[in-house]
């Protein structure tokens, strides 16, 4: 029973519009190093970032605390 799918034929999904996005393998690459560039710049300003760029070998030390507040600091900015 926690399997079972329910299907609701009243409320179907509609396309809204269908367009091409280019070169999309391209773009993605784009998106990629964006969040890439975005990280390194705030590396010294995020905790969990300076360990993970500038010591590499402390990468087991970043704290669950130290993640966290990664997150809320991209939700943010949403780079």
Known sequence: ???????VHDDLD???RAEWAGETEENARALVQEFAD???EQADQIDALTIY???PARRSEVTYSQIKSLLETL???RP
């Open 38 to 40: 975005y990280l390194r």
């Open 14 to 16: 509609e396309v809204i």
């Open 75 to 77: 939700k943010q900015d």
């Open 53 to 55: 760029f500038k010591t």
């Open 1 to 7: 029973r926690d399997k079972e799918q329910t299907i």
